[in-house]
């Protein structure tokens, strides 16, 4: 059985992926994709498999926030273009 600690777990990142889905694009349908995915993982009741679907939904996270910080550098790097040595 999932102890107190671990649902509030659970609950801090269903939070924090709703949060960083408002940036994805409409047409993917992140919101959608995440409440299924918790749902499908709501009746678990082994120990290790909700700690596996907790590291998951952290790994997601991670990869959410690497793929926006991604979108920055480049949006970045075409706002301000490089200078080259025949520039100088």
């Given at each position: 059985?999932?102890?107190?600690?671990?649902?509030?777990?659970?609950?801090?990142?269903?939070?924090?992926?709703h949060?960083?889905?408002?940036?994805?694009?409409?047409?993917y349908?992140?919101?959608?994709?995440l409440?299924r995915?918790?749902?499908?993982?709501?009746?678990l009741?082994d120990?290790?498999?909700i700690?596996?679907?907790?590291?998951?939904?952290e790994?997601?996270?991670?990869?959410?926030?690497?793929?926006?910080?991604l979108?920055?550098?480049?949006?970045l790097k075409?706002m301000?273009?490089?200078?080259?040595a025949?520039?100088?």
């Open positions: 059985m999932a102890s107190k600690a671990t649902r509030l777990r659970a609950l801090a990142l269903y939070k924090e992926l949060r960083l889905g408002r940036d994805y694009e409409p047409s349908d992140f919101h959608g994709k409440r995915l918790f749902e499908k993982n709501r009746n009741t120990d290790e498999e700690e596996k679907a907790l590291k998951f939904g790994y997601i996270k991670n990869e959410t926030l690497a793929l926006y910080s979108r920055k550098y480049r949006h075409r301000y273009p490089s200078s080259t025949s520039d100088t």
